[in-house]
T-cell receptor
Framework: NAGVMQNPRHLVRRRGQEARLRCSPM?????VYWYRQLPEEGLKFMVY????????ESGMPKERFSAEFPKEGPSILRIQQVVRGDSAAYFC??????????????FGPGTRLTVL | GQQLNQSPQSMFIQEGEDVSMNCTSS?????WLWYKQDPGEGPVLLIA?????ELTSNGRLTAQFGITRKDSFLNISASIPSDVGIYFC????????????FGSGTQLTVLP
């Protein structure tokens, strides 16, 4: 399977706990994006990363949320001290580094976070 | 933030019919993308558009990048049951470092 992979697919946390969401981009892609989707809404941009760099985090809440894309391993979206309002589907997308296709972002299956 | 107005919000059509949906904005976009999302899954890219006026087809799907760069439409011809799902438009604003702005989606139901 050469697609974008996300895990876990479903995550349940109690208020105050930490949530870690993982994303492995498509092979050959070095650009990763995280989006959040509330029920019956479109996706909202959170953060854009390249390997070891955060390029644009303008859509990510300033507190409790962080993201990384290390040199080795998957990209991680981390939510500390989760609250009920964090319950949503979190999608990761990836795109090619440069040339060829412009901004075709391919999405993973998402992680559905439920905060009790 | 910037908004994409997607319409209609939902559609009920008979199998075999054609369907059209569109997105408009007050802002200019560099790129328009159309995605389909099935329940419990991530969006799947259908068509990508990069130039004003561009008309692109993918099987029974046809999409156009509006000449003003502020709108796009998606047409589906001869609908079939598997076309059921939510269709999203997404655009990239100039200077937005590749982030996509999504419309609110069109829920398509195909009746047998």
């Amino acid at each position: 399977n050469a697609g974008v992979m996300q895990n876990p697919r479903h995550l349940v946390r109690r208020r105050g706990q930490e949530a870690r969401l993982r994303c492995s981009p498509m092979k050959g892609h070095s650009h990763v994006y995280w989006y959040r989707q509330l029920p019956e809404e479109g996706l909202k941009f959170m953060v854009y990363l390249q390997k070891e760099n955060i390029i644009d985090e303008s859509g990510m809440p300033k507190e409790r949320f962080s993201a990384e894309f290390p040199k080795e391993g998957p990209s991680i979206l981390r939510i500390q001290q989760v609250v009920r309002g964090d319950s949503a589907a979190y999608f990761c997308a990836s795109s090619l580094r440069s040339g060829g296709a412009y901004n075709e972002q391919f999405f993973g299956p998402g992680t559905r976070l439920t905060v009790l | 933030g910037q908004q994409l107005n997607q319409s209609p919000q939902s559609m009920f059509i008979q199998e075999g019919e054609d369907v059209s949906m569109n997105c408009t904005s007050s802002s200019i976009f560099n790129t328009w993308l159309w995605y389909k999302q099935d329940p419990g899954e991530g969006p799947v890219l259908l068509i990508a558009l990069y130039k004003a006026g561009e008309l692109t087809s993918n099987g029974r799907l046809t999409a156009q990048f509006g000449i003003t760069r502020k709108d796009s439409f998606l047409n589906i011809s001869a609908s079939i049951p598997s076309d059921v799902g939510i269709y999203f438009c997404a655009g990239q604003l100039p200077g937005s470092a590749r982030q996509l702005t999504f419309g609110s989606g069109t829920q398509l139901t195909v009746l047998p």
